[in-house]
């Protein structure tokens, strides 16, 4: 039998408690605190067991929620076991369209369905209604509860005055009940100066943005929490996205030993970048073993434990596109992190912090001589190798403007003498280039 569909029939064999647990979870007049706890139904059937306020929105969304998944199974398994906020885009190939077969099954009024629009420069009001109308269409639905701002690269885009006026237009139609922005960083062959601490701190300034959607995890703290207490003191409503920055580690481990096992010619130009990688990489290898750091989905288990920590956060999307990482992510719903779990998130940043390029981040990017995209490229690869959307990733990778990390082979590096956080920035630049160039 296929692992996916026994993964199926095991949660269709809990439809019945999935039903009543989805029937609890839009309740309404439930406990003022900023958490409501839901009683499990069976141990055997993991469910969402926390949901929490939204800012100002006033709804209350389970604390894991639904990222970009592309199966419909899984989706409604999801919104069976008690999620009720779902992540779409109008940029995620198709997703709006596999997303919508599922909406039409949902109580409408008990999940929160946000999706983003790019603000494109030059982009007039008719523009963004006619793109914002198409997504409702593609979502079949009459409404969306929050439309977003998709990664505006710049502070001054929070303020297009096309996208704001489509919004109010679709907010008096009743179409877009809520206006957001999203956020993971700029892309630096376009706009290189603003972070998204900058960006995001000038749009809870500007008061019209309800919801934001922003990486935030163990090992990216610093800029993202200042804008986490001002999403606090303004009652902006906080989803977050890149919770888990650990799958990068195992999914570089195991090209290395594919290369190393097809003893692959490696041209002379990528020996000194990858050498300087492979240095980061063994040591953190030896370091896991030697701290007996546990296995990669128990550190991802502590990491998304982590942000469910942390008050200021609503809602944490992740990306299970099979039933049994959905049941292990729902296993953490309402749970807390352990005194053992943080130890072992220490002591992975001190061992392997080098080898995550930071979400948002792009400290290093000035110095490159050649204007590579370094965190755009990186994220890219984080796509490929630890969410599983090969082909897409490959895709954003090919349509990049101007150069790629092929430029990186005969380069100094200059790029790792800048970053702060001792990462290996060629040699992982050199990898990508290698997984995501299409052949």
């Not at 030059?122 to 997504?135: P, Q």
């Not at 009652?235 to 919770?243: D, E, N, S």
């Not at 990491?303 to 990482?325: E, H, K, M, W």
Request: proline fraction near 4%.
């Amino acid at each position: 039998m296929d692992r996916k569909d026994g993964g199926r029939r095991q949660f269709l064999k809990r439809s019945a408690l999935g039903a009543i647990g989805a029937g609890l979870a839009g309740r309404g007049a439930w406990a003022q605190d900023k958490a409501s706890a839901v009683p499990s139904a069976s141990e055997e059937a993991p469910r969402i067991k926390e949901y929490r306020v939204l800012g100002r929105t006033g709804f209350r969304v389970s604390d894991i929620s639904c990222g970009f998944i592309m199966d419909e199974g899984v989706i409604r398994a999801a919104y069976e076991s008690g999620m009720n906020y779902f992540d779409t885009a109008e940029e995620y190939p198709g997703h709006h369209r596999v997303l919508a077969k599922v909406i039409k099954a949902m109580d409408r009024k008990k999940v929160f369905v946000s999706t983003k629009l790019e603000a494109t420069p030059g982009e007039t009001k008719e523009g963004f209604l006619k793109r914002a109308r198409k997504s409702l269409e593609d979502l079949q639905t009459d409404y969306v509860d929050c439309l977003m701002m998709h990664c505006p690269e710049k502070a001054a885009t929070l303020k297009d005055e096309g996208f704001h006026a489509a919004m109010a237009e679709l907010k008096a139609e009743g179409r877009v009940k809520h206006v957001g922005v999203s956020q993971h960083g700029t892309f630096w062959f376009r706009d290189p100066e603003e972070t998204m601490e900058k960006i995001l701190l000038a749009a809870a300034e500007d008061g019209r943005f309800d919801v934001f959607l922003m990486a935030y995890n163990f090992l990216r703290r610093d800029n993202a929490e200042k804008v986490l207490e001002a999403c606090r003191e303004r009652k902006i409503g906080v989803a977050l996205m890149k919770t888990a920055p650990i799958a990068i580690y195992y999914s570089l481990k195991s090209r290395v030993e594919e290369l190393e096992k097809d003893k692959k010619e490696i041209d002379p130009l990528y020996v000194d970048g990858l050498r300087r990688y492979k240095e980061k990489f063994d040591a953190a290898q030896a370091f896991i073993t030697a701290h007996r750091l546990g296995s990669p989905e128990e550190i991802r288990a502590a990491a998304i434990r982590f942000v469910l920590g942390n008050p200021d956060v609503d809602t944490a999307c992740v990306q299970t596109q099979t039933y049994s990482a959905l049941d292990a992510v729902l296993r953490l719903s309402g749970t807390r992190l352990t005194a053992t779990e943080e130890a072992r998130l220490e002591a992975y940043g001190r061992g392997c912090g080098t080898l995550y390029c930071r979400h948002a981040c792009g400290l290093c990017e000035p110095s490159c001589p050649h204007g590579v995209p370094v965190n755009t490229i990186l994220r890219y690869q984080q796509y490929f190798a630890g969410q599983g959307r090969e082909k897409e990733a490959m895709g954003y990778y090919a349509a990049i403007p101007g150069v790629r990390a092929d430029v990186c082979r005969d380069c100094a590096a200059p790029c790792e003498a800048a970053c702060p956080y001792g990462v290996p920035v060629q040699g992982m630049l050199l990898v990508a280039h290698d997984l995501l160039t299409m052949p």
